[in-house]
């Protein structure tokens, strides 16, 4: 295809997708008042009377301090909700670009890539919504007594929000180690002789990540990266070791018929074993009958 070409290629999928999550994003305003603004304000609503507004009459209410607020809140839920029930059509879209340059191989490498982004990008947002709940308690808690606790709805879905895709995106770092290490960037030697360093700067990474700064949540958000870390250097050690063993099964390729074979001739260990167990035999029952000693 000509530039020209590529170009329309791109628009047209940028189309499709944007359509996608224009459908979406309009499912998601309606679906806001049939469950899910609920389940946004479930981990608030869930926390003892003292620590919400309203709570010790049995109410559970976010304040709203000016006029468009409401609105706001609502497209800013939608957008993100939509953006996630239209992910599989505008990754697919995308899919549709780039898989026409890729070779057989990559195109099986994306496909994992995007599943295995897509899952661990939803484990942690999973996490992080399980977690909301005690990370709330226990910095409203250190509120103390005498205190009267009235979140915004504005503070609290920003909060929420970006606590949710802070940890989804996270979760994708290690992956990214994966990828650099499929394409010949990153070497499990770097890796392995770099692991004390992964896993102190994982701490730090997560201690500024996390909105709400405090110990649990980013512990929280540090020990499964630390994991998946762990597990992405052993997935480095196993490809290094199928490269090494492929390049060994190429060089054989350039040798010519005529040249000395590049392998190891000296013996094994169990040649050398054998070869002392028949001399030990010879010593003891004397050379056999027909053979040249």
């Given at each position: 295809?000509?530039?020209v070409?590529?170009?329309t290629?791109?628009?047209?999928?940028l189309?499709k997708?944007?359509?996608a999550?224009?459908?979406a994003?309009?499912?998601?305003?309606?679906w806001?008042?049939?469950?899910?603004?609920?389940?946004?304000r479930?981990?608030?609503?869930?926390l003892a009377?003292?620590?919400?507004?309203g709570?010790?009459?049995?109410?559970?209410?976010?304040?709203?301090?000016?006029?468009f607020?409401?609105v706001f809140?609502?497209?800013?839920?939608?957008?993100l909700a939509?953006?996630?029930?239209?992910?599989?059509?505008?990754?697919?879209?995308l899919w549709?670009?780039?898989?026409?340059?890729?070779?057989?191989?990559?195109k099986?490498?994306?496909?994992?890539?995007?599943?295995?982004?897509?899952?661990l990008?939803?484990?942690?947002?999973?996490?992080?919504?399980?977690?909301l709940?005690?990370?709330?308690?226990?910095?409203?808690?250190l509120?103390?007594?005498?205190?009267v606790?009235?979140?915004?709805?504005?503070?609290?879905?920003?909060?929420?929000?970006?606590?949710?895709v802070?940890?989804g995106?996270?979760?994708?770092v290690?992956?990214?180690?994966?990828?650099?290490?499929?394409v010949?960037?990153?070497?499990?030697?770097?890796?392995?002789?770099?692991?004390?360093w992964?896993?102190?700067?994982?701490?730090?990474?997560a201690?500024?990540?996390?909105?709400?700064?405090?110990p649990?949540?980013?512990?929280?958000?540090?020990g499964?990266?630390?994991?998946?870390?762990?597990?992405a250097?052993?997935?480095?050690?196993?490809?290094?070791r199928?490269?090494?063993?492929?390049?060994?099964?190429?060089?054989f390729?350039?040798?010519?018929?005529?040249?000395a074979?590049?392998l190891?001739?000296?013996?094994s260990?169990?040649?050398?074993?054998?070869?002392?167990?028949?001399t030990?035999e010879?010593h003891?029952?004397?050379?056999?009958?027909?053979s040249r000693?």
């Open positions: 295809m000509t530039l070409g590529h170009l290629e791109l628009r047209n999928r189309l997708a944007l359509l999550l224009l459908v994003t309009a499912f998601a305003f309606w806001y008042e049939h469950g899910l603004g609920e389940f946004i479930a981990p608030y609503c869930g009377p003292e620590l919400r507004y709570g010790n009459d049995g109410g559970c209410g976010l304040l709203i301090t000016d006029v607020g409401g809140i609502r497209l800013k839920v939608s957008f939509g953006a996630v029930l239209s992910s599989p059509f505008w990754l697919y879209q549709l670009f780039i898989t026409p340059g890729l070779k057989r191989q990559e099986r490498y994306g496909v994992a890539f995007v599943a295995v982004s897509t899952l990008f939803v484990l942690g947002a999973v996490l992080a919504y399980v977690s709940a005690a990370g709330l308690e226990l910095l409203l808690s509120a103390g007594d005498g205190v606790i009235a979140l915004t709805a504005q503070d609290y879905i920003g909060f929420v929000l970006s606590l949710l802070a940890f995106v996270s979760f994708e290690p992956l990214v180690a994966v990828a650099l290490n499929l010949g960037v990153l070497s499990y030697e770097v890796l392995s002789r770099s692991r004390r992964i896993f102190f700067l994982t701490i730090v990474f201690a500024f990540v996390t909105p709400t700064q405090d649990f949540t980013m512990l929280l958000m540090a499964p990266m630390i994991v998946l870390f762990e597990l250097i052993q997935i480095a050690r196993i490809v290094d199928r490269r090494v063993r492929r390049e060994a099964l190429r060089s390729h350039d040798v010519a018929d005529d040249d074979s590049p190891d001739v000296r013996p260990r169990l040649e050398e074993a054998l070869d002392s167990a028949a030990t010879r003891v029952t004397g050379p056999r009958q027909g000693e």
